[in-house]
């Protein structure tokens, strides 16, 4: 039997849509990390004299953190600029993710969260250490009802 | 600018949920588009793979991207 044709996420791309846009701009040059959400079901479960196991049932699905980790370049062109300002605008502004593992080419998936409910829930400012030479980090976390999944066409 | 396509080319209605290359834009099933920058053996590829039937005829369109002003058509 033939292995799977594997892929990397080498050539992954990242984008972001903020605050009252509606169009998505490109970040992957400043992105590094995007944590792949859990999704879950709420499940429920009860238990009877006569039987040994649980009765099991189940629920909807439920909201999806979505951590992802940028370079810190400052500036307004840096990503973060824009993710501070939804950060900081009240009640939250609209901030959505959207990554494509295997580029944001034409056949392959993408997934994202929703364009109209997804809010900053966390975020990690650009912090320093003398001791430490690596890159200046930042990193926020996306809260949304559910990632969808197209393919780019 | 309009966003009227050229007399003739075709269109097609989503199946599965896509992204447009051209616009960015998530397209969910039932969307009607113009998929006109896409190569021939990449559309058979999503043709053949249900992503898109053909929708001829329909008279929404949402093109891929906004299209010049079509000289010498109706």
Known sequence: MALPAGMSSCAMCVQLMTGTTTTWSTTSSNMSVVDPPTATRMTGEAYVFGEDTALVTYGKREPVDVTVRGIWAEGTA??????YLAWTTACGGTTAVRWAPAGCTTAHDAFSTSTTASRVTALTFPAGDAGDGSPIMYE???HTPEVTRATWA | MT???YKGQPVYRVLKPIILSTTGQEKAPGAIVDLSHLPPDSLKWFLDNGFFETADGEPENEPAEPVKPC????
């Not at chain 1, 840096?78 to 993710?83: E, G, K, S, T, V």
């Not at chain 2, 000289?71 to 109706?74: D, K, M, R, T």
């Open chain 2, 3 to 5: 966003n009227k396509r």
């Open chain 1, 140 to 142: 926020f976390t996306v």
């Open chain 1, 78 to 83: 840096d990503p973060f600029y824009n993710i």
């Open chain 2, 71 to 74: 000289v010498g058509c109706e």
